[in-house]
Nanobody, 125 residues
Framework: HVQLVESGGGSVQAGGSLKLSCVVSGDSASRYHMAWFRQAPGKEREADAV????????LYGDSVNGRFTASQDNAKNTLYLHMNSLKADDAGMYYC???????????????????WGQGTQVTVS
């Protein structure tokens, strides 16, 4: 049984930085496509970044490309999201998620993710 637990959220001023963590248990994170999603109040959950299995590839959404960096520590079985130059639009609940693959769709399709964490809240003022 795979479990994902996020942490690191908080309140930050615009222009500031935060580092989110997602600890994976029950299996090796390197076997999955591991992604970070963000959900603002009243909006759909959007994918910000994905790391392919064994960290062979990392992709970012247009709105965070160049500001966010996703990484993975296989020894700790932990996923990270380093967020810099934060904007008000970056605020929301951040979730990590694990997918077996994207079956003809894209990495941004949240229906492709089987395991989800409970989320960690980010506020930007």
């Amino acid at each position: 049984h795979v479990q994902l637990v996020e942490s690191g959220g908080g309140s930050v001023q615009a222009g500031g930085s935060l580092k989110l963590s997602c600890v994976v248990s029950g299996d090796s994170a390197s076997r999955y496509h591991m992604a970070w999603f963000r959900q603002a109040p009243g909006k759909e959950r959007e994918a910000d970044a994905v790391i392919y299995p064994r960290s062979t590839r990392t992709l970012y959404g247009d709105s965070v490309n160049g500001r966010f960096t996703a990484s993975q520590d296989n020894a700790k079985n932990t996923l990270y999201l380093h967020m810099n130059s934060l904007k008000a639009d970056d605020a929301g609940m951040y979730y990590c998620a694990a997918s077996f693959g994207f079956a003809g769709t894209t990495w941004r399709d949240r229906r492709q993710y089987y395991y989800w964490g409970q989320g960690t809240q980010v506020t930007v003022s």
